[in-house]
């Protein structure tokens, strides 16, 4: 007979190894099974251009990694895990040839924002005050506060629009084009709520902890992941696709580290019928197209200050970059759409050849559409950089299909794990007391798709996770446990 395990993980996404490790630490037995040759999900790195050049296939800077209270109790450094900080977490170009530039410090980024300084600091000064206080309610289910006032103050301007947010609060352009590229993270029209509370967190969290990149690319923190899960006895097999959940050897509890979409397909025929419908309901978001480049240079910025920045938002002001989020929000590609660039290598020399750099960018699109953005993209690279073009040595493009199929999870491109509007923010992916428990004892859901939603900060899985040891707890359920 097989081995029996008190947990099996499907999928080792940040969530998915969060949630094996939450359950190893305990003393549980633990399998994680991997359908790609490399664990990671959407932390791996891959060789997409040309030897030599490291690429992140999805996520590089990672605010959330140090926001996390999971992360904050795993010791990845131990594991190889070094992140570096660029000078500056974010730069916003604009069309005068300047740049707006979130600084660590709300002193540094308010003070050339004119007008708007006074503004600033008493928008992001108490949020970064309460940052320690605010992140643990944020990054979760709905459940009582700890710290109610934060969470208040956190509210009454997170749950509006960015639009209204930006215009109610600011007079001029440079601190409302910096808060509609943060909220234009959310995939969200900016004229809807709670596009505004996305803006907030990321900037928030650029200034308390920054926006980071993994030396040599963001398979480092899944490797260093899986390498502490190891430490803690857990198991990890790779190129093991699992088609069904019938097919996995014993174990009293599994965790899915996939999208509803994935756990129909995998374990549809254990669910009921009413809960399996709810799920065939979930509503995906937007997806992206992508593209990565290798160059002969640093991107020549028209601003020298967007140079310290790891992360670029190009779009120019709020009515452009609302603008560009309204047309995919209404299903067409965008003509001049917002563009989220990385330039890691120019804080990690491991990324490129001696001389060369990597850079990548994407752009919203609607679910699963096949248009090809490549010059809408680089044309706002243009915009911001002449002479852009001219330093490519070598591209890859991934439409919102190519996404999908480097990682199911991201159904149509979507790498927020579905719509994160306010009908499914908080009861995604059904709306249930305990939404990563599913009606059926023993099976939960551990992904991006349930609360807090995308990002590498693996709550979902910590929550998941302390569901099935609640489960694996009750006298009923004696545990064999590893010796």
């Known amino acids: 007979m097989p081995e029996a395990r008190d947990a099996i993980v499907v999928g080792s996404g940040p969530n998915?190894?969060?949630?094996?490790?939450?359950?190893?630490?305990t003393g549980r037995s633990v399998?994680?099974?991997?359908?790609?040759?490399?664990?990671?999900?959407?932390?791996?790195?891959?060789?997409?251009?040309?030897?030599?050049?490291?690429?992140?296939?999805?996520?590089?800077?990672?605010?959330?990694?140090?926001?996390?209270p999971f992360f904050s109790e795993v010791p990845l450094d131990e594991h190889g895990l070094e992140l570096i900080q660029p000078p500056a977490p974010l730069a916003h170009p604009l069309d005068d040839g300047s740049a707006v530039v979130l600084e660590r410090s709300v002193e540094a980024t308010a003070a050339p924002l004119g007008p708007d300084a006074t503004s600033y600091r008493e928008l992001f000064g108490p949020?970064?005050?309460?940052?320690?206080?605010?992140?643990?309610g944020i990054l979760g289910p709905l459940r009582p506060p700890r710290h109610p006032l934060s969470l208040v103050r956190f509210g009454l301007s997170g749950l509006r629009s960015a639009q209204g947010l930006a215009r109610r609060r600011f007079e001029g352009e440079r601190a409302r084009a910096l808060v509609a590229g943060c909220a234009a993270h959310s995939m969200l029209s900016l004229s809807q709520s709670p596009s505004a509370a996305f803006g907030l967190v990321l900037a928030l969290l650029g200034h308390a902890v920054g926006w980071p990149v993994a030396r040599g690319g963001s398979q480092r923190i899944a490797d260093a992941l899986a390498s502490h899960l190891r430490s803690l006895g857990g198991e990890i097999e790779t190129g093991r696709r699992v088609r069904s959940i019938d097919e996995l050897p014993p174990a009293r509890a599994v965790l899915l580290d996939l999208s509803p979409r994935g756990v129909l397909?995998?374990?549809?025929?254990?669910?009921?019928?009413?809960?399996?419908?709810?799920?065939?309901?979930?509503?995906?978001?937007?997806?992206?197209?992508?593209?990565?480049?290798?160059?002969?240079?640093?991107?020549?910025?028209?601003?020298?200050?967007?140079?310290?920045?790891?992360?670029?938002?190009?779009?120019?002001?709020?009515?452009q970059i609302a603008a560009s989020e309204?047309?995919?929000?209404?299903?067409?590609?965008p003509e001049r759409p917002y563009v989220l660039l990385v330039q890691a290598s120019l804080f990690d020399p491991e990324r490129a050849p001696p001389g060369r750099h990597t850079a990548w960018g994407y752009c919203h699109v609607p679910n699963g559409c096949t248009a090809d953005m490549t010059g809408a993209i680089e044309a706002q690279i243009e915009r911001f950089a002449p002479g852009f073009t001219d330093r490519v040595l070598a591209r890859a493009r991934m439409t919102s299909a190519d996404v999908e199929r480097r990682n199911p999870n991201f159904v149509g491109g979507d790498i927020n794990g579905g719509r994160q509007d306010l009908g499914q923010l908080f009861t995604r992916p059904v709306a249930r007391p305990v939404p990563y428990a599913t009606p059926v004892e023993g099976?939960?859901?551990?992904?991006s798709s349930?609360?807090?939603?995308?990002?590498?900060?693996?709550?979902?899985?910590?929550?998941?996770?302390?569901?099935?040891l609640r489960g694996l707890d009750r006298p009923s359920r004696g545990a064999p446990r590893r010796a």
């Not at 932390?43 to 996390?68: I, K, N, Q």
């Not at 099976?443 to 992904?447: A, D, L, Q, T």
């Open 443 to 447: 099976i939960y859901i551990c992904s």
């Open 31 to 68: 399998l994680v099974l991997e359908a790609e040759p490399a664990v990671g999900g959407g932390m791996r790195s891959e060789a997409l251009t040309l030897p030599g050049f490291v690429h992140d296939v999805c996520s590089t800077a990672h605010p959330l990694l140090l926001g996390s």
């Open 450 to 468: 349930t609360p807090p939603g995308g990002g590498v900060h693996g709550m979902s899985g910590f929550f998941a996770a302390q569901g099935a």
């Open 326 to 333: 309204d047309a995919v929000a209404r299903g067409r590609p």
């Open 265 to 319: 397909e995998v374990a549809g025929h254990r669910l009921p019928d009413r809960y399996r419908r709810a799920l065939g309901r979930f509503r995906y978001g937007p997806g992206i197209f992508k593209l990565d480049w290798a160059l002969d240079a640093p991107i020549p910025w028209s601003a020298p200050e967007t140079a310290r920045a790891g992360t670029v938002h190009l779009g120019g002001s709020l009515a």
């Open 127 to 136: 949020l970064v005050g309460d940052a320690a206080r605010l992140l643990p």
């Open 16 to 25: 998915g190894l969060a949630a094996a490790i939450t359950l190893a630490r």
